[in-house]
């Protein structure tokens, strides 16, 4: 079994910064990939940032503004999160593909942060 342990929400004034962590424990023989989603009130999930071998991958929302990065030796991943919008509130989720074994692999979620941009 894996688990995903987000930390890092909270609230922030409009244009301030927060940095999200998620760490990835249990069964794991490769993580293929980790990311950010993002659920606001009455609206769809939807991605924020990914990252896997190559390029990240941003939500045309956040590009330029949020980063994310992984820490590989602590099966980590980070979001640092600049100039948020109030649009930026919403609960964020980590997400990881992650293979237990050479034929096992599966996506896993984390419980969720909440990140409100309020003054």
């Known amino acids: 079994q894996v688990q995903l342990v987000e930390s890092g929400g909270g609230l922030v004034q409009p244009g301030g910064s927060l940095r999200l962590s998620c760490a990835a424990s249990?069964?794991?023989?490769?993580?293929?990939?980790m990311g950010w989603y993002r659920q606001a009130p009455g609206k769809q999930r939807e991605l924020v940032a990914t990252?896997?071998?190559?390029?990240?991958n941003y939500g045309d929302s956040v590009k330029g503004r949020f980063t994310i990065s992984r820490d590989n030796g602590k099966n980590t991943v980070y979001l640092q999160m600049n100039s948020l919008k109030p649009e930026d509130t919403a609960v964020y989720y980590c997400?990881?593909?992650?293979?237990?074994?050479?034929?096992?692999?599966?996506?896993?979620w984390g419980q969720g942060t909440q990140v409100t941009v309020s003054s």
């Open positions: 997400n990881a593909d992650i293979s237990s074994s050479t034929a096992l692999r599966r996506s896993y």
């Open positions: 249990g069964s794991i023989f490769r993580i293929n990939a």
């Open positions: 990252t896997t071998s190559s390029s990240p």
